[in-house]
């Protein structure tokens, strides 16, 4: 969509990154499509400690205490729900390991127990122009402003992450770190394997942003970037 407006990405942010692998595709799908670009991916926390569980389970805990994974019987528990959940009979699955091993996880990764790891996977820390930068998208960074022909949020402007005010303000900031008039913004949550609802907006000379795409019915908070850009 981008080489099919003439469209020439230089910069790219990629927010709440995690460990890098969409990153990475994101990174070889600009290139392979003949940007010249250098990325840019930030996450609020690129370590986190591995802790260990009752019942042989480990569990992945940010420093804010924040859980991004378990793992049961060696197979990875995502605390966050997807539509496709409700079929598979993981929502119940969740729910057992939430209310068995939330609390147990917080406290031992508050203690210190476990090991930090690094998230960002080694292949894109040694990747070609990208770099990686702590920074939480809830507040605005003054080094960011106006910098990137394309920012993109995966997975994370959402009310599952964000309160209400909080998310208008994660997604005003994301707006004001656009370069300018033809720069991309794209949203993006993904349900399941290949569900992936999310719009990509652009924005025009006065400064508001326009829809440009939809996969699948669009992004939920579609409503709520028009109207911060407007
Ligand atoms: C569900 S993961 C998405 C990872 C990747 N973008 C993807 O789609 O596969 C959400 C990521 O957002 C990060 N995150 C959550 N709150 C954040 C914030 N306020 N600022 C920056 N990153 C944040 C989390 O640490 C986590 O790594």
Not at 25 to 35: K, P, V, W
Not at 95 to 109: F, K, M, N, S
Not at 144 to 173: C, K, Q, S, T, W
Request: charged share 25%; hydrophobic share 40%; aromatic share 6%.
């Amino acid at each position: 969509m981008m080489s099919r407006h003439g469209s020439r990405i230089g910069t790219a942010l990629d927010l709440g990154i995690s460990s890098g692998v969409t990153t990475l595709e994101l990174l070889d799908r600009l290139r392979t499509a003949g940007h010249d670009v250098q990325l840019t991916g930030t996450d609020r926390s690129v370590r986190a400690r591995l802790v260990t569980l009752p019942f042989g389970c480990r569990a992945l805990v940010e420093p804010n205490g924040h859980v991004l994974q378990y793992e049961v019987l060696g197979q990875a528990v995502r605390p966050w729900e997807r539509r496709l959940d409700r079929w598979t009979g993981m929502h119940i699955v969740r729910r057992l390991v939430e209310g068995r091993l939330r609390e147990p996880a917080i406290a031992q990764a508050a203690a210190g127990q476990g090991t930090e790891v690094a998230l960002i996977s080694p292949r894109l820390r040694h990747a070609d122009a990208f770099q990686w930068l702590e920074d939480d998208i809830t507040q605005r960074s003054p080094a960011m402003l106006g910098r990137f022909d394309l920012v993109r949020a995966a997975n994370l402007l959402n009310l599952h992450y964000f309160e209400p005010d909080v998310l208008r303000r994660a997604i005003g900031n994301a707006i004001a770190y656009l370069s300018g008039p033809g720069a991309w913004f794209l949203v993006v949550r993904t349900h399941g394997l290949a569900d992936h609802q999310g719009t990509l907006f652009r924005m025009k000379e006065n400064g508001a942003l326009t829809i440009m795409d939809r996969y699948g019915s669009g992004s939920e908070v579609e409503h709520i970037v028009l109207d911060m850009a407007g």
